[in-house]
């Protein structure tokens, strides 16, 4: 709230509080007065018109505010003015110096620096007189400022433009709230503009408020600024065959991831993966279910060997259950918001998105996303969203658009084929880093997720059990291929060793026949010498003794 | 004091302005003139005793309460309209009455 009006309430100067009914004007003031009380030191004075203090104290007990207690301690006065038209008759000229009186008294008495007025329009149903009142009014407003306390004044909202029944806006100049309180699809949205704000920036747009056991609590619509720490720390999807498609490490800290795909794809067990994942790092998760039970989605997840419970005792996990239609999408976010400060998560897990559409037009859901994008970033709190696709959405896009705004998309598709739904997945974009452009096959197994390359073939991309079957067919074909292998070494061997035979034949078959080439060239040696010696021996019996020297010299 | 009268009355006025001896200079007239020994008028001044307003609801100056008989009336204003102060007092002029 002090955001947006840049400081909060005009000190020393009186605000303006106007809206319909039941859009909780009366709590906004008595906030303030409590809060001043509480936080700042800050006494203050209420002056009801409408409630009795008791039915005040009540009514507000229920959002935590012990008012009694406060009064007791003098740090809060409450002040009822009747005002019953039955009992009161008007003649001649009056001022109102008695509500002066009255409640100047109340501030001098516990020197209250904080004044509520609600609701000062009742005064004009009780009087008729218009004119006095009018000028009395503005001059109370004046008699407020001279005292220099900070005050609200509470109006109704007036039929047509006018932004108070009875014009009171003229008077009270310093600061306009309007408070608003719509119902759009039969969910209603309180809504809060600062119409004006004399001498202070201020947001102009509308800013949606909600009031539970806390109190009021207002965020802005969106950040005004987008600069935001970026962190290069991975961190798992929980599945490791999808970090090893995503460059090995997984997803970025403090980034967005958005799931998308057709029913029953697996989105949440993939998200609950994830917060698994967060869990067994000991990180802190928070898990907002729109569709399911915490309970069932414990149960479910037991299914595939996942124990959340376990994590839930630990105080690591814990899981949010609503129906998107519980509340309006504002509120939706104001309780994230809300959550995720109290729990400070490093992890959180939206399931699913698409269900908030039902609260909202596409463009609101969308501003709501964005919003809740930007506080996590700024919080460092990776976010993973599942969306709903339909089969009859032929363009990859989800509902509503985010897909603009998150860091990496998967998707899960199914693949009819063959008589069977299988799931396959791939990464649609993954912003700065290196991820597989494959499509996988998603299988989700008693032992988890896991992700399997599917066959790409001569036939193209084949999937479940047409895998398994090709793969079938491939070990049939690679078994016969490596018996006939065998078939055909064999049969070289046994070549080989005939052959082998054959030359071992032929080389003695070779030797014979050398052996007798060799007998015959031996002998002929043989014959040739035997013939020259006889030779000789008949020459020198021819010749006598004659030439013996030359014998002997022809011998050597 | 321990005298009961048909009617009590109370004037609550802030100071002594113009409006406040108004009032009472025309109260004082009425109740002579229409309510003569059986009224009391108790006259009581915010400024002295602020701490009296809440009591009485009072927020407009001069307010008249007439504390008895109940119900409690309260007529706010200088009182210049006879008419509809008797009528506001439930006190019918006594011409009228017969």
Request: glycine residues 8%.
């Amino acid at each position: 709230m002090d955001e947006i009006t840049g400081g909060g309430f005009p000190k020393g100067r009186p605000t303006l509080i106007c809206g319909e009914a039941g859009c909780g004007k009366t709590l906004l003031s008595l906030e303030f007065i409590v809060r001043g009380a509480i936080d700042y030191d800050e006494s203050g004075v209420f002056i009801a018109f409408e409630e009795k203090p008791e039915e005040l104290a009540m009514n507000v007990a229920s959002i935590g505010f012990d008012l009694k207690k406060l009064q007791k301690d003098n740090r809060i006065k409450l002040d009822y003015v009747h005002i019953d038209r039955s009992e009161i008759e008007e003649t001649g000229e009056y001022d109102l110096e008695g509500l002066f009186i009255r409640l100047g008294y109340a501030i001098d008495s516990i020197g209250a620096k904080r004044v509520v007025l609600d609701t000062i329009e009742n005064l004009f149903s009780g009087l008729t007189n218009q004119g006095i009142l009018r000028a009395e009014l503005r001059r109370l407003f004046q008699w407020l400022k001279e005292k220099g306390v900070t005050a609200i004044i509470t109006g109704e909202r007036g039929e047509g433009q006018s932004l108070t029944r009875q014009g009171l806006e003229e008077y009270v100049s310093d600061c306009v709230i309007l408070l608003d309180h719509r119902v759009i699809n039969q969910i209603s949205t309180r809504r809060l503009r600062i119409i004006k704000y004399r001498g202070s920036v201020h947001g102009t747009n509308e800013y949606p408020f909600m009031i539970d056991e806390d109190g009021i609590s207002v965020l802005p619509v969106t950040s005004l600024i987008l600069e935001k720490d970026v962190s290069t720390e991975r961190i798992s999807s929980g599945i490791p065959s999808l970090d090893k498609m995503l460059d090995g490490k997984g997803f970025f800290r403090g980034s967005s991831i958005l799931v998308s795909g057709t029913a029953g794809t697996g989105k949440t067990s993939i998200a609950a993966c994830f917060a698994n994942a967060a869990c067994e790092r000991k990180e802190r998760c928070l898990f907002f279910a729109f569709e399911e039970s915490p309970n069932q989605i414990i149960r479910n997840m037991r299914s595939i060997d996942m124990d959340l419970q376990k994590h839930v005792n630990a105080g690591l996990l814990e899981l949010h259950a609503a129906r998107p239609t519980l509340q309006g999408l504002e509120q939706h976010l104001v309780v994230i918001h809300k959550q995720i400060k109290r729990f400070k998560p490093q992890v959180v897990v939206l399931d699913p998105i698409t269900n908030l559409i039902s609260v909202g037009s596409v463009g609101e859901v969308k501003a709501m996303l964005v919003r809740l994008i930007d506080f996590l970033m700024e919080e460092q709190i990776t976010v993973m969203f599942t969306a709903l696709t339909l089969n009859t959405v032929v363009s990859e896009q989800t509902d509503e658009g985010v897909s603009s705004l998150v860091d990496a998309w998967l998707l899960v598709r199914d693949i009819e084929f063959n008589g069977e739904r299988n799931r396959g997945m791939y990464i649609m974009k993954s912003r700065g880093m290196k991820h597989s452009n494959q499509v996988r096959e998603f299988v989700i197994t008693d032992k988890g997720i896991d992700l399997v390359e599917v066959y790409l073939g001569p036939d193209g991309v084949l999937t479940g059990s047409a895998r398994e079957a090709q793969k079938l067919h491939e070990q049939t074909g690679l078994a016969l291929r490596s018996n006939a292998l065998t078939m055909k070494d064999r049969e070289i061997n046994r070549k080989r060793k005939v052959l082998e035979a054959q030359i071992a034949n032929l080389k003695t078959e070779f030797e014979s026949v050398e052996e007798e080439l060799n007998k015959v060239y031996i002998e002929e040696e043989l014959i040739k010498k035997v013939t020259g010696d006889n030779r000789e021996q008949i020459l020198k019996m021819r010749q006598g003794e004659g030439a013996p020297d030359n014998k002997k010299g022809k011998k050597k | 004091m321990s005298k009961s009268y048909k009617y009590e009355l109370r004037l609550y006025i802030a100071g002594n302005t113009p409006k406040s001896t108004t009032a009472l200079t025309n109260l004082q007239k009425y109740c002579e003139e229409h309510l003569h020994g059986e009224y009391k008028i108790e006259v009581i001044d915010l400024l002295v005793q602020p701490q009296l307003a809440e009591g009485d609801q009072i927020f407009a100056i001069p307010t008249l309460v007439r504390k008895v008989p109940e119900p409690i009336r309260k007529i706010i204003g200088d009182l210049s309209n006879e008419e509809k102060v008797l009528v506001g007092l439930d006190i019918r002029p006594v011409t009228m009455q017969q």
